[in-house]
């Protein structure tokens, strides 16, 4: 049978610290302090932590194994409660934090024995190993969604390893290059990404529990079998540290904001090619919106979105690491600030990652244009190579060449559209070149054949090693 509070008839504590304290905090102070409208999400990691503790506690003789049975049924019974409360009663929880009122729902289901189960255990400590449970699978969702952004960009890249395309650097065209080198261009960053947000999820799968308020636990807890029971990778070396260490906060939330700036750069190139302007990419009616005034608006809000999330993911991290910057050693409450940053960031990235890979997926290249787009211009370096390749210095060259750039631009001709004559003029060793050749845009591409370049077989080597990253 499941106790309850009027079985049992004991009125928990209203505080969990209110003893040396002759009166209530005032309601300013209570509103400031209270965070349970921002932690109640880490209930679920509340109770688990509990569990492992109460475990450790009894393994260390501190409590009787029938206290740790009904310790385990009691935190089975909380937890059951809270995944059925409705918004209504979250809201009208009294308690400070996510701690107090596990708590609280602990000694209305066990009764008295809910007190002993705090014992040699912090707050410090046990938001500490809440946030860094969280965090860890937080961190794996947030893989996940990466890698599908990821696998959006390679199935447009293997769509289109044949679309010729320009580049761009100062926002002016460069060279020819292959629409999937471009995609692929966006997907390397998303990969790196992820492999710093592995390192930074290993970082905070370290066990703070076990390190009390500052000092450590008096007790002889088996804090390895605790890292054991709760998944944690390492057991914290200091317990000084331990219970103000919110570096991993500060990489995963730089992590985010990474994040948040590749996807920006992304969507700026997609917001740019999109328009009538550029007309490179055409967006899916699911991913565009429309124009309460103009009817024919078709607008890319899921990128603009995209580019915009990135400013609240930089200031998530600018807001922790200015946090951190001034604190003493030990805990201090300023350090309750951390997870709001953190929970926003994180359910920022859960929004806008599947906006961004149906955005992507769903995109549609207009071939034509991006091929239109590739003028003669963008084969001067071709035709610098090929004087290169006849051993004149890449210096004089690219003056040669250069020198040919401004004739057409002076005689509003384009470069390929200058007779022979001119081009010996600018070099001899253009007498028996073949134009043709030197103006093709495929064997420009065909040219940068290295690894990493936009050549078809360099490109698909890149789609390879990426479906091995994924």
């Given amino acids: ?27 300013e102070m209570d509103r400031l302090n209270r965070s349970l409208p921002v932690d109640m999400r880490l209930w679920r990691e509340d109770v688990a932590g509990s569990q492992a503790w109460a475990s450790a506690i009894a393994a260390a003789g501190v409590i009787s194994h029938a206290e740790w049975l009904r310790l385990q049924a009691g935190l089975d019974r909380v937890a059951a409660r809270l995944d059925a409360w409705p918004a209504d009663e979250w809201r009208a929880a009294p308690d400070e934090d996510v701690h107090s009122l596990v708590e609280r729902l602990l000694y209305e289901e066990a009764g008295e024995v809910a007190g002993k189960l705090h014992t040699g255990r912090s707050r410090n400590d046990q938001v500490a190993t809440d946030a860094r449970l969280w965090a860890i699978g937080a961190a794996a969702r947030l893989d996940a969604a990466l890698r599908d952004v990821q696998r959006a960009l390679l199935e447009q890249a293997e769509a289109h390893r044949g679309t010729v395309m320009p580049s761009y650097t100062h926002m002016q065209r460069a060279q020819p290059v292959s629409a999937a080198h471009w995609l692929l261009s966006h997907a390397w960053p998303l990969a790196r990404d992820r492999e ?14 076990g390190s009390g308020a500052i000092a450590g636990c008096p007790f002889p807890v ?13 057991v914290s070396p200091n317990s000084i540290d331990a219970v103000a260490d919110r570096d991993w906060v500060a990489e995963l939330l730089f992590v985010g904001a990474t994040v948040g700036v590749h996807l920006s750069r992304l969507a700026e190139d997609l917001v740019v090619f999109g328009s009538h302007e550029w007309g490179f990419v055409r967006f899916s009616d ?17 990128m603009e979105l995209a580019r915009g999330k990135a400013g609240r993911l930089i200031g998530n991290l600018t807001a922790i690491l200015s946090v951190l910057k001034g604190l003493p050693s030990g805990y201090n409450k300023d350090l309750q600030e951390d997870k709001e940053a953190l929970f926003d960031t994180f359910d920022t990235l859960e929004a806008l990652l599947p906006a961004v890979s149906g955005t992507v997926r769903t995109l549609e290249l207009n071939t034509e244009r991006c091929a239109a787009a590739v003028d003669a211009g963008m084969l001067a370096t071709d035709l610098a190579d090929f004087l290169v390749r006849r051993g004149v210095p890449f210096r004089e060259a690219h003056g040669a060449v250069g020198r040919l750039v401004r004739t057409a631009e002076e005689t509003g001709c384009r470069v390929d559209e200058l007779d022979r004559r001119t081009f010996t003029e600018a070099s001899p060793h253009f007498a028996d070149a073949d134009f043709a050749l030197l103006f093709s845009p495929a064997a420009s591409l065909a040219a940068r054949a290295g690894i990493g370049g936009t050549a078809p077989d360099a490109v698909g080597e890149q789609i390879a090693a990426l479906r091995r990253v994924l």
């Fill in 1 to 27: 049978m499941p106790n309850t509070a009027s079985t049992f008839e004991i009125a928990p504590p209203p505080r969990l610290w209110g003893g040396r304290f002759a009166a209530e905090p005032a309601p």
């Fill in 196 to 209: 710093r947000l592995g390192q930074a999820r290993e970082r905070a799968a370290v066990l703070p529990l």
């Fill in 222 to 234: 088996d804090r390895v079998l605790l890292k054991e029971t709760l998944g944690f990778h390492a």
């Fill in 286 to 302: 699911r991913f565009s919106t429309g124009s309460s005034l103009m009817p024919q608006k078709r607008n890319p809000d899921a």
